[in-house]
């Protein structure tokens, strides 16, 4: 059965720092393309960042760009998100995403950036 399980979230200060993962399980992680998106209250999921299977290419939406850094492990089956500068408006939801002939989603990990 395939699994996405995220860790990382938490609270942090305005300019902090937070490392999101994302452990996969029951499916060829190494074959699907890994994105994070984030959900904020009353709006809608957000595409974040994208990463190709071989990592040779990498997008980010203009908010989180030079801030964030999405990279995978293929040999540990994992997807991560470095999260850089956090600002107020980072607070949400984050789901980890793995997307090839079929598509799967995490649970989601809380990060509140507050002071």
């Known amino acids: 059965q395939a699994q996405l399980v995220e860790s990382g979230g938490g609270l942090v200060q305005p300019g902090g720092s937070l490392r999101l993962s994302c452990v996969a399980s029951?499916?060829?992680?190494?074959?699907?393309?890994m994105s994070w998106y984030r959900q904020a209250p009353g709006k809608e999921r957000e595409l974040v960042a994208t990463i190709t299977t071989t990592s040779d290419m990498t997008n980010y939406a203009d908010s989180v760009k030079g801030r964030f850094t999405i990279s995978r492990d293929n040999a540990k089956n994992t997807a991560y998100l470095q999260m850089n500068n956090l600002k107020p408006e980072d607070t949400a939801v984050y789901y980890c995403n793995a997307k090839s002939w079929y598509q799967f989603w995490g649970q989601g990990t809380q990060v509140t950036v507050s002071s």
């Open positions: 029951g499916f060829p992680f190494s074959s699907y393309t």
